[in-house]
């Protein structure tokens, strides 16, 4: 099973405040694991939409130290460590997140630390096979850093590796030529985080014709775009990754909100709730 589940896909302050489009970044299902991956504000309401328990998360990772890609990670933390009565789940982030920016900021709490299982500082560069236990097994998944050109200098997008699967995330950051292409080569599917169209460009972000040139030299299966500001959603998210698609001859999807893609089957569509109450009740009770 590997799957894609977006909690929110908007990028951009308006995103974030008016929630436009949700700001919750997504989930990795993959080897039987949950991964939140950058989970911004919105994060929760749509797990709970989507009946999918927080406390059946085993993993966060957050890529850097801004409010909208771990404003919700402390309300994961809880559910990850059975409302913090026991330790529980990892977390996989920036050293900017648990430890401080250079100016002392740190967005998730020593408290919330200290109820973590694992808690892995991870950044561009590094390779590391992350090991989880789950109901006595070993669940492991390789990850490894890509460095990126964004405001938090500890910030990295990655590559997670499992089940025969790669699946590539930029995070947040301007194209680096070469070595993004280097990075993100064949991979079954690259999440970018594209908040722009076309030229319109703003530093420290991708936007549309970057995103032209990254996957025509980096050739993934599949993109997935997210993390789409204002002005992206204004032009019409689905014709910008027709063209994207045309321009790169690489698949592109504009993601939407609660849609999940399925890497064995290809399917793209809306996330299906559960449909009776004994599902539910199975759901709950993992
Ligand atoms: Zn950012």
């Given at each position: 099973m590997a799957n894609i589940i977006f909690l929110g896909t908007g990028g951009g302050r308006l995103n974030l405040l008016r929630q436009i489009r949700r700001t919750g970044g997504f989930l990795i299902e993959i080897n039987s694991l949950r991964i939140a991956v950058?989970?911004?504000?919105?994060a929760l309401s749509s797990l709970n939409e989507l009946q999918i328990n927080p406390m059946s998360i085993d993993a966060i990772i957050i890529t850097h130290n801004h409010i909208d890609h771990m404003l919700e990670a402390p309300l994961l933390i809880e559910a990850m460590s059975s409302y913090m009565l026991k330790k529980g789940g990892t977390l996989i982030s920036a050293k900017s997140v648990v430890k401080g920016d250079k100016k002392g900021d740190r967005c998730i709490t020593l408290y919330h630390q200290s109820k973590l299982s694992q808690n892995i500082i991870f950044g561009a560069g590094t390779g590391k096979k992350i090991l989880i236990e789950k109901k006595g097994k070993k669940i492991s998944f390789r990850l490894t850093g890509v460095k990126v050109k964004h405001d938090d200098e500890d910030g990295f997008g990655f590559v997670l590796e499992a089940g025969g699967k790669r699946i590539g995330y930029t995070s947040d950051t301007e194209y680096i030529p070469s070595f993004h292409d280097a990075a993100y080569e064949k991979a079954d599917l690259l999440i970018a985080n594209v908040i722009r169209p076309i030229t319109d460009i703003i530093p420290g972000h991708l936007y549309g014709n970057d995103a032209i040139k990254l996957l025509r030299a980096a050739k993934p299966k599949l993109c997935i775009m997210t993390h789409l500001g204002l002005k992206f959603l204004q032009k019409s998210p689905e014709l910008e990754a027709a063209r994207i698609e045309k321009e790169s001859a690489v698949r592109t999807i504009a993601a939407r909100d609660l849609f999940s893609y399925n890497l064995n089957s290809g399917k793209w569509g809306k996330y299906k709730k559960e449909k009776t109450k004994k599902d539910l009740q199975k759901k709950l009770a993992e």
């Open positions: 950058d989970p911004g504000p919105g």
